[in-house]
């Protein structure tokens, strides 16, 4: 059974190796790709 997964992230190498480990892995459906402009905080 694989989880669908939303990817919301800013853009960044480090968020592309993710982007490109979620999308190779049988475990995971990726749905969807956002992206924001920049590191930010929950409040």
Request: charged content about 20%; glycine content about 12%; overall charge negative.
């Given at each position: 059974?694989?989880?669908?997964?939303?990817?919301?992230?800013?853009?960044g190498?480090?968020?592309?190796?993710?982007?490109?480990?979620?999308?190779?892995?049988?475990?995971?459906?990726?749905?969807?790709?956002?992206?924001?402009?920049?590191?930010?905080?929950?409040?």
């Amino acid at each position: 059974m694989t989880r669908a997964l939303l990817i919301d992230t800013d853009p960044g190498i480090d968020d592309a190796v993710a982007i490109a480990l979620a999308l190779a892995s049988p475990e995971v459906d990726v749905i969807g790709i956002s992206t924001v402009g920049g590191n930010s905080g929950l409040e």
